[in-house]
């Protein structure tokens, strides 16, 4: 899935942009952390090279994050928890 990676220090002026789509990588439940969703991505480093970025979801993160979706877009956003919501309860073992 491509995202827009944006990137700005303390003392920067203005948001820079990635120009590059990224791939946006969904784990989860993490199987060391059951309650958590995990986020991965690569963006460019400022000095050259790439910068490996995974963020942790949980509890009022999720919470918060769906409610951001049903705000940004409702009926997509309805839609992707109707499909989510038909998948089948997955095994503590299959988590990654």
């Known amino acids: ?4 990676v944006m990137r700005a220090g303390e003392t ?3 948001w820079s942009s990635d120009p590059y789509g990224r791939k946006l990588d969904f784990h ?3 199987g060391e952390k059951p309650g958590y969703v995990l986020m991965t991505f690569k963006m460019p480093s400022k000095g050259g090279g790439v910068t ?3 963020v942790e979801l949980s ?3 999720i919470e918060q994050l ?3 979706m049903i705000r940004a877009d409702r009926e997509n956003a309805i839609k ?5 919501l ?4 997955e095994p503590p073992e299959t988590w990654e």
């Not at 992707?80 to 989510?84: C, E, N, S």
Request: charged share 25%.
């Open 1 to 4: 899935m491509p995202i827009r």
């Open 59 to 61: 509890g009022d993160a």
């Open 28 to 30: 989860g439940p993490i």
């Open 12 to 14: 920067a002026k203005a």
């Open 80 to 84: 992707a928890f109707g499909r989510a």
């Open 52 to 54: 490996d970025v995974r």
């Open 86 to 89: 038909q998948l089948p309860p």
């Open 66 to 68: 769906a409610e951001m």
